[in-house]
């Protein structure tokens, strides 16, 4: 039978989810830059407004999903 997941584990799973998210959107804007020949500039701006966006959609997501988990929580 299968237990329920620990603190610990659950933690270490968001935590994966969250840098998952992370890369996968810091990656786009650089990697879609380069099929039009940028500059070194242009790559690092891309790249610095992929990490801020990334930044800013893990922020998000992790507000949204703590305001469903309190919900249930408070329901126990």
Same mark, same amino acid.
């Given at each position: 039978?299968?237990?329920?997941?620990?603190? @610990? @584990?659950?933690?270490?799973?968001? %935590?994966?989810?969250?840098?998952?998210?992370?890369?996968?959107?810091?990656?786009?804007?650089?990697?879609?830059?380069?099929?039009?020949?940028?500059?070194?500039?242009?790559?690092?701006?891309?790249?610095?407004?992929?990490?801020?966006?990334?930044?800013?959609?893990?922020?998000?997501?992790?507000?949204?999903?703590? @305001?469903?988990?309190?919900?249930? %929580?408070?329901?126990?």
């Amino acid at each position: 039978m299968v237990e329920p997941m620990s603190r @610990e @584990e659950r933690d270490a799973g968001n %935590r994966k989810i969250k840098i998952g998210f992370l890369v996968l959107v810091a990656a786009s804007p650089p990697l879609i830059t380069l099929l039009g020949d940028p500059t070194v500039v242009q790559l690092a701006v891309a790249a610095g407004g992929g990490l801020l966006l990334g930044l800013l959609v893990v922020w998000y997501l992790g507000r949204l999903a703590s @305001e469903f988990t309190a919900g249930s %929580r408070r329901l126990r």
